[in-house]
């Protein structure tokens, strides 16, 4: 999943979903292990785009990755989308977690390191004086949804710009000065017969929207495409009652079917999008 930002962000995006698969495999076949080749994948995809014909000064995109390698699942993060696994514990129980860590200034340590890179973490109120100096932001982002209005943001000292919300991110040139990199954090998890579920999606679904419930919305479900649609429509929903915009909606939902189990004709991954502005796309 790729979510564009700024004037040119859907460039950005593009870009980048052409070059880091591309890039990622052409790390595999020179001898990188797995983690090397995304990891190199990410920062070089992030070279070609600031020399590249797009104007990524104030524009880049996130990029956050589910890879397969038979059972083993490496999951790459650059920013503030995510991947998240459903899973049952031995009595039956839902358990939800995300895969990826969402890398913006309410993690203390992605705050610190920006900081030491001289970069200013406020608020846009804060930068306006409406609202006292502070960084009480320290927030479960997942587990939690943040009700307290426009988030802590990086900002050069002295200056108003470039005002991102995240602290990693592929594009961005002005940013990386101030500690805004393309370096994506890599995990990995085994596929086992509990899991039922993996979702990645722009931050567009989960702002409004804990992990837990959009697995519980999607495991309501037997076919990927009626839960991308269930969960796209509820976010928008929500975006609609809260705010005077929606953000770019993006999900990638699949079911994760167990050996020897009989395969349900409408059970597989699907993914629905829709950006600011524009009709919704399916894809099949």
């Not at 929903?237 to 939902?253: G, H």
């Not at 395969?263 to 597989?268: A, E, L, N, Q, W």
């Amino acid at each position: 999943v790729y979510d564009g930002h700024g004037p040119v962000g859907e460039k950005c995006s593009r870009f980048a979903c052409e070059h880091v698969a591309m890039e990622f495999c052409k790390q595999l076949r020179s001898g990188a292990t797995k983690e090397q080749a995304m990891s190199r994948a990410h920062t070089s995809t992030n070279t070609a785009l600031a020399q590249s014909a797009i104007d990524d000064q104030q524009s880049g995109t996130t990029a956050v990755t589910a890879y397969f390698d038979g059972l083993d699942l490496l999951v790459s993060n650059v920013g503030d989308s995510r991947v998240m696994l459903g899973s049952v514990d031995a009595q039956g129980k839902l358990i939800h977690k995300a895969l990826s860590t969402d890398q913006t200034p309410y993690r203390r340590d992605e705050r610190e390191r920006v900081k030491a890179c001289g970069a200013r973490v406020m608020t846009a109120d804060q930068i306006d004086g409406v609202e006292p100096i502070h960084e009480d932001w320290d927030c479960a982002l997942g587990d939690e949804i943040d009700d307290g209005g426009d988030p802590p943001r990086i900002w050069a000292q002295d200056q108003e710009y470039p005002g991102t919300a995240f602290t990693r991110s592929i594009g961005d040139s002005l940013a990386e000065s101030l500690g805004v990199i393309a370096e994506p954090e890599i995990d990995g998890h085994k596929l086992g017969p509990k899991d039922r579920v993996l979702i990645a999606a722009s931050d567009g679904i989960f702002e409004f929207i804990t992990t837990r419930s959009c697995i519980e919305t999607a495991l309501l479900y037997s076919d990927p495409l009626e839960a991308c649609k269930a969960l796209v429509g509820e976010s928008y929903k929500l975006w609609i009652e809260r705010e005077d915009r929606t953000d770019d909606i993006t999900i990638i939902v699949g079911f994760i079917e167990q050996a020897g189990a009989k395969r349900d004709p409408g059970v597989g991954v699907d993914e629905v999008a829709i950006e600011e502005g524009e009709t919704a796309a399916m894809k099949k």
